[in-house]
Each structure stands twice: as structure tokens, then as C-alpha cells.
T-cell receptor, first 113, second 117 residues
Framework: GDSVTQMEGPVTLSEEAFLTINCTYT??????LFWYVQYPGEGLQLLLKATKADDKGSNKGFEATYRKETTSFHLEKGSVQVSDSAVYFCALSVGGSQGNLIFGKGTKLSVKP | EAQVTQNPRYLITVTGKKLTVTCSQN?????MSWYRQDPGLGLRQIYYSMNVEVTDKGDVPEGYKVSRKEKRNFPLILESPSPNQTSLYFC????????????????FGQGTRLTVV
């Protein structure tokens, strides 16, 4: 079945460090790919998305490129801030009758000043 | 403001005592769903609804019920809660993925932390 695998956390970085969170997927159809972020005590909110191969999603300095050949959607940011501390979820959707998002297990990021 | 509202945010209850977690959205979304979030397992879908009076099981439906009598509301019902249902629950809504497609964005509530003792 469809699935998402993302790197285990937690990840601890110093402010202004480069961030990569790896995400790979398995899907039978042509999924859309998402990164959601969960700040402490809050629900999930969409960070960025990409709907077809080679699309790049970007928001708040974060980027991810939909790579069909490697079935990947790695999240990157050039210079993290303390306010980026959160849990990040990679997810896919193939739409259809169930229409649900399939999530990775989440990666907790802590950024130290 | 567009939002999904869940209540309560925190709940401690005893085994077997029926409870309901409410969820309401103000975006006129057709599609609503419930997820539970557990450490090391990520989010798993419990139930979903494509429209009023249309509900179906997700990946982990055992021990839960839902109803969709109105478009904006999608309550989650635990008829006889057990300790293994201790979890963080999220309600989500979006436009219909059948018509909008796979790229439709989901909006999440702030979560309900349930503890069953």
C-alpha cells in the first residue's frame, strides 16, 4: 500500500544551521506531496506542497522538490531559527474515494540559540 | 477566520464512560476526517466523511463511531473508551478530494488530548 518514510528524530540544530529532513514515499498512483508542521500545543498546518514531478514547494524559507525518479520529497531550509522548532510531517495523498492523507511518523526539530 | 474547532482540548475519563469529541468547520468543506496521533506511529485515520450522511472507516476505526448530520459538524464518539484509546486526536477538513483531486489542502483542529484511565 501507499506509505511515507521520513527520517527519525529528534534533530537538534544551532540557529542559522542548514536543515534537511529526508522523506521518501511509495504510491501506486500519482500522489500529491505535502509537508505539514506542528508547533507545540497546536494542530498541524500546511507548510508546503507539490502536486507533480519536478514541482518545488516553498514557504517561509523552506523548500522541497518532488522527485519522481527517487520517490523523494526532502525538506530543506538554509538557515533555521529558534521559531522553527516543531514537529514536521511528510504526507502524501492520492485523492480518490478515501481521500486521506498518509503521514510519515514525524520528525521533531529543536533549534538552539 | 477559517478554522476547525475541536472541543474539548483536554479530557481525562474512566474506562467505559461514553464520551463525544466535537468538531466544527466554517469553510463549507465537504470532506472531514478524524486522526489519532501516537508516538512513533504518526497520524492514522480513524473515520472520514465525504458529505452529509456519508461516512466510512479509515485505517483504525475499531472502538469509534462518527456521525455527519450537518455539513459543518463531525463528532467523534467513543461508546466505551478503553486505555488503548489514550491518544491525541485531530479533526481535519478539506474540499472534496474526489472533485478537487489529490492536492486539496487539509485544515486541522488544535487537537484533543484524551486520557482513559
Amino acid at each position: 500500500g501507499d506509505s511515507v518514510t521520513q527520517m527519525e528524530g529528534p534533530v537538534t540544530l544551532s540557529e542559522e544551521a542548514f536543515l534537511t529532513i529526508n522523506c521518501t514515499y511509495t504510491a501506486t498512483g500519482y500522489p500529491s506531496l505535502f509537508w505539514y508542521v506542528q508547533y507545540p500545543g497546536e494542530g498541524l498546518q500546511l507548510l508546503l506542497k507539490a502536486t507533480k514531478a519536478d514541482d518545488k514547494g516553498s514557504n517561509k524559507g523552506f523548500e522541497a522538490t518532488y522527485r519522481k525518479e527517487t520517490t523523494s520529497f526532502h525538506l530543506e531550509k538554509g538557515s533555521v531559527q529558534v521559531s522553527d522548532s516543531a514537529v514536521y510531517f511528510c504526507a502524501l495523498s492520492v485523492g480518490g474515494s478515501q481521500g486521506n492523507l498518509i503521514f510519515g511518523k514525524g520528525t521533531k526539530l529543536s533549534v538552539k540559540p | 477566520e477559517a478554522q476547525v474547532t475541536q472541543n474539548p482540548r483536554y479530557l481525562i475519563t474512566v474506562t467505559g464512560k461514553k464520551l463525544t469529541v466535537t468538531c466544527s468547520q466554517n469553510m463549507n468543506h465537504e470532506y472531514m476526517s478524524w486522526y489519532r496521533q501516537d508516538p512513533g506511529l504518526g497520524l492514522r485515520q480513524i473515520y472520514y466523511s465525504m458529505n452529509v450522511e456519508v461516512t466510512d472507516k479509515g485505517d483504525v476505526p475499531e472502538g469509534y463511531k462518527v456521525s455527519r448530520k450537518e455539513k459543518r459538524n463531525f463528532p467523534l464518539i467513543l461508546e466505551s473508551p478503553s486505555p488503548n484509546q489514550t491518544s491525541l486526536y485531530f479533526c481535519a477538513s478539506s474540499f472534496n478530494p474526489l472533485t478537487i483531486g489529490a492536492n486539496t489542502e487539509a485544515f486541522f483542529g488544535q487537537g484533543t488530548r484524551l486520557t482513559v484511565v
